[in-house]
């Protein structure tokens, strides 16, 4: 069974830092490019963030670029999510996804839109 496994959050001040971790099984996992979404309280999902399954290519969504950053570590199945600068609009449940194609997302993601989920781990930044 395809099992996405995240952990990393907790609360943290502005101008804080986390980073989240994703390990993956169940899966070739090099196939597939790895997703870091985001659902704040009472809003939709939110495309942050995604990487290849080389890790040769990133995106971002624009309120990230610069503060947070993406990697995968294939040995270890896992994919990351660096944050630095944390600011209140982050605070949000962050999910793990994969997919099978990836790049830039210019609009609105529906959990149809990507094969496998984790169950999500919460961050909150406090002003």
């Known amino acids: 069974d395809v099992q996405l496994v995240e952990s990393g959050g907790g609360s943290v001040q502005a101008g804080g830092s986390l980073r989240l971790s994703c390990a993956a099984s169940g899966f070739t996992f090099t196939n597939y490019w790895m997703y870091w979404v985001r659902q704040a309280p009472g809003k939709g999902l939110e495309w942050v963030s995604d990487?290849?399954?080389?890790?040769?290519?990133?995106y971002y969504t624009n309120s990230v670029k610069g503060r947070f950053t993406i990697s995968r570590d294939n040995a270890k199945n896992t994919v990351y999510l660096q944050m630095h600068s944390l600011k209140p609009e982050d605070t949000a449940m962050y999910y793990c996804a994969a997919a099978e194609a990836g790049g830039p997302w210019s609009r609105t993601l529906n959990r149809n839109d990507l094969n496998s989920w984790g169950q999500g781990t919460q961050v909150t930044v406090s002003s």
């Open positions: 990487i290849s399954g080389n890790g040769a290519h990133t």
